[in-house]
């Protein structure tokens, strides 16, 4: 075993005690010596001493005891003087390199006066260290914090400076009213319906009138006798063809460009009140509970029949990729149908009431939305895909029609009893944006125009408003729907 013997430091010389009167350690640890001797050849043991060269613990206010000069005069220990003291700081921790203590921003003038007079007790010492700041890791609540943003206010270097866009503001009164004579005050019913050629066709009572709302012309389309109804309107997605279901159960498709009838469909045997359409297929729901799926191209009737609700079927509608169906009733319950599927995929019993107001996001993939008559006045939304409800929001009154944004990702709602109001809510934090007014009865119909800019509403008062909702895709709030005809005029 190596022996520690020259490891050990020696003092200056001075006269030694007696050894009765000071107990020595059997060897010194350590293996630096003061910064006046020169560096020591490296000694390599078996026993592991740590290094101490890179420490500072003057920070940690070692410093020398207050009673250090008066106990070498009265008990003469050696390691009771200055010097001594100073020397095994010097071989324990090295040499002083000099750094002052920390001190926080605030207090610089405290510190320097602690430092100042550190330097003055030390000089009747000869270890030659100050006495360190006792604010070693306070807590300093009070350090000014910077705002990296702040450094930016005119935009990043390189980069255009975005201004803030101010919230949209949305008319609260309708640019144009139709009066629509006979417009039925039914829940059940849907007769509005808006086309991608810009077409609007409405139904009132035992006729069906087509608006265009680039010319503002007119057009009777049919008349289906004082024996018979119109109960729902629905145009293809071309916009070429009208179905029309009536109060007799049958269903009728119209050429609307040259105002023929090309097909009579029966099977229904009470009223249809909802009709919509995917491609080539056409589907409408009845009293009669059950839901018919319709290829216009084939001779027979329905190609298949949906059955599941237990009472009448009063909404309907496509997904935007015309893979899945959502279908409401009277029953309170909502259906979700994919295109080869006789009996619902998924089922949906919250509402409370029933539900004719459906809608799916063009926005994102498998998100409907829904809505309840009078006892449950609940907006809901889930993902299909998922299988996942997202939210549920009370609106105070009965949700009538639901219709989303192709411009934004906002919708629509229209309400009965007890406040008839029209409400716009951003999506997702379903928070309002505008609440119109002005109908005098329950808001049961509801279409969006093909810009998707503006929204008609008909109600039991019998007028069909236009409202200026959504901005358009380029992010010009105009729109030259109507322009040219403003006020109120006749639909018949």
Same mark, same amino acid.
């Given at each position: 075993m190596h022996s520690f013997s020259a490891l050990a430091f020696s003092s200056p010389r001075m006269e030694k005690p007696s050894s009765s009167s000071i107990p020595r350690p059997s060897y010194q640890p350590s293996r630096v010596l003061p910064s006046s001797y020169p560096s020591p050849r490296t000694i390599y043991s078996d026993r592991f &001493? #740590?290094?101490? &060269?890179?420490?500072? /613990?003057?920070? /940690?206010d070692l410093s020398p005891s207050p009673s250090a000069s008066s106990s070498s005069d009265v008990s003469g220990r050696e390691y009771g003087s200055g010097a001594y003291v100073a020397l095994l700081r010097n071989a324990l921790f090295g040499p002083d390199q000099g750094v002052a203590p920390p001190a926080t921003p605030d207090r610089s003038a405290e510190a320097a006066g602690r430092r100042s007079s550190s330097a003055a007790s030390s000089t009747s010492s000869s270890s030659g260290f100050s006495i360190p700041s006792r604010n070693i890791f306070r807590y300093k609540a009070d350090v000014p914090r910077y705002s990296l943003a702040a450094q930016f206010q005119d935009g990043l270097p390189g980069f255009p400076h975005i201004h803030p866009r101010a919230p949209r503001k949305v008319s609260p009164s309708p640019y144009k009213v139709l009066d629509a #004579?006979?417009?039925?005050? =039914? /829940?059940?019913?849907? *007769?509005?319906?808006?086309?991608? @050629?810009?077409?609007?066709?409405?139904?009132?009572?035992? +006729?069906?009138? *087509?608006?265009?709302? +680039?010319?503002?012309?007119?057009?009777?389309? +049919?008349?289906?006798?004082? =024996?018979?109804?119109v109960c729902s309107v629905?145009?293809?997605?071309?916009?070429? @063809?009208?179905? &029309?279901?009536?109060? !007799?159960? !049958?269903v009728q498709i119209w050429d609307a460009t040259h105002c023929r009838r090309l097909r009579t469909m029966d099977s229904h045997v009470l009223r249809v009140g909802a009709v919509t359409w995917s491609s080539s297929l056409l589907s409408s729901g009845s009293r009669d509970k059950t839901i018919l799926q319709r290829d216009i191209r084939a001779q027979d009737d329905f190609v298949s029949k949906l059955t599941g609700h237990k009472s009448?079927? +009063?909404?309907? !509608?496509?997904?935007?990729?015309?893979f899945e169906l959502a279908s409401g009733g009277n029953d309170n319950k909502l259906f979700v149908w994919n295109q080869h599927s006789s009996q619902p995929v998924l089922k949906y019993c919250e509402h409370t009431a029933a539900v004719k107001a459906i809608a799916w996001s063009p926005h994102v993939h498998g998100l409907l939305a829904s809505g309840g008559g009078t006892a449950d006045r609940c907006i809901r939304l889930r993902n299909t895909t998922t299988n996942s409800h997202s939210s549920c929001i009370d609106t105070g009154s009965q949700v009538c029609n639901l219709v989303w944004s192709k411009n934004v990702n906002e919708i629509v709602s229209t309400h009965g009893y007890s406040q008839n109001q029209i409400i716009v809510w951003r999506y997702p934090t379903m928070s309002k944006l505008a609440t119109l007014t002005g109908h005098t009865y329950r808001v049961?119909? *509801?279409? &969006?125009? #093909?810009d998707g800019q503006t929204i008609v509403t008909g109600a039991g008062d019998e007028t069909l408003r236009f409202w200026n909702v959504f901005p358009s895709k380029s992010q010009n709030t105009g729109s030259d729907i109507g322009a040219r005809s403003l006020g109120r005029s006749h639909i018949r």
């Open positions: &001493i #740590p290094s101490r &060269i890179g420490s500072n /613990f003057t920070l /940690f #004579p006979a417009l039925q005050d =039914d /829940f059940y019913l849907n *007769l509005v319906d808006w086309s991608s @050629h810009n077409v609007l066709a409405v139904g009132l009572g035992d +006729c069906v009138y *087509l608006w265009n709302a +680039c010319s503002s012309k007119v057009t009777k389309l +049919c008349d289906l006798g004082v =024996d018979d109804s629905g145009w293809a997605l071309r916009g070429d @063809h009208l179905a &029309i279901g009536t109060n !007799k159960g !049958k009448e079927v +009063c909404g309907l !509608k496509w997904s935007y990729d015309n049961l119909y *509801l279409a &969006i125009s #093909p």
